[in-house]
């Protein structure tokens, strides 16, 4: 049972910064795609980014290109969520999620295993 947890959550102006973290547990982290999603009050949850097992390809949702960066250090079985110019838009709770076959994929139904999220509140 691989465990994901994340961090860096909380309330920030519009075009302010947040760098969400994801802590893994399991030796084999950095075989795993992993994704970030988000889910607003009252709406389902959406792609956000991301990456490959292997760091080297990388996808975002358009509503996010050019502002949010995901990145991973398998070394510390870690994935990260630069967001920047953040928008009241993207407030949402920001879950993480793995997949075990490395996809980096951008369904929400391609991951098996999905951490319990963090808030996240732009204000205008």
């Known amino acids: 049972q691989v465990q994901l947890v994340e961090s860096g959550g909380g309330l920030v102006q519009a075009g302010g910064s947040l760098r969400l973290s994801c802590a893994a547990s399991?030796?084999?982290?950095?075989?795993?795609?992993m994704g970030w999603f988000r889910q607003a009050p009252g709406k389902e949850r959406e792609f956000v980014a991301a990456?490959?097992?292997?760091?080297?390809?990388?996808d975002y949702a358009d509503s996010v290109k050019g502002r949010f960066t995901i990145s991973r250090d398998n070394a510390k079985n870690t994935v990260y969520l630069q967001m920047n110019s953040l928008k009241p838009e993207d407030t949402a709770v920001y879950s993480c999620?793995?997949?075990?076959?490395?996809?980096?994929?951008?369904?929400?139904?391609?991951?098996?295993?999905w951490g319990q999220g963090t808030q996240v509140t732009v204000s205008s």
């Open positions: 999620a793995a997949d075990r076959y490395g996809r980096g994929k951008i369904g929400v139904e391609e991951y098996q295993y």
């Open positions: 399991g030796r084999t982290f950095s075989s795993y795609g």
């Open positions: 990456v490959t097992w292997s760091g080297g390809v990388a």
